[in-house]
């Protein structure tokens, strides 16, 4: 399984924009390595990743064998009114992960 780590950089006040950094623990295997036995390595790449807060996707990646190993990704938000950031992803293999990060937005009065 792998870990994930989320970062919010930013002012949480609804309707401003912060950046988010998104790390995720993950060997990125391309198929192409051999391991000392002289056999492949499948290929086990994460195939999508998603970001939602609440209900609503805020960012979407499909990465391909050309991301290393551990993918970092960094995006910004035009923060709206939540209670959670959801991360999912789910690799080659069909192992799923998701990260759950409770945020607290600040309604403008």
Known sequence: MSIA???VLGDLREGQIVRIRLLIQHAMDTGYLQNISGQNIPRNIIKKI????????????DPSSGIAANPYFEFSWRVSPAKILRTLWVDDIG????LLTPIDVKINS
């Open 5 to 7: 780590r989320l970062q």
């Open 50 to 61: 998603t970001c939602q807060a609440d209900q609503f996707e805020i960012f979407r990646v």
């Open 95 to 98: 192992v799923e992960g998701e």
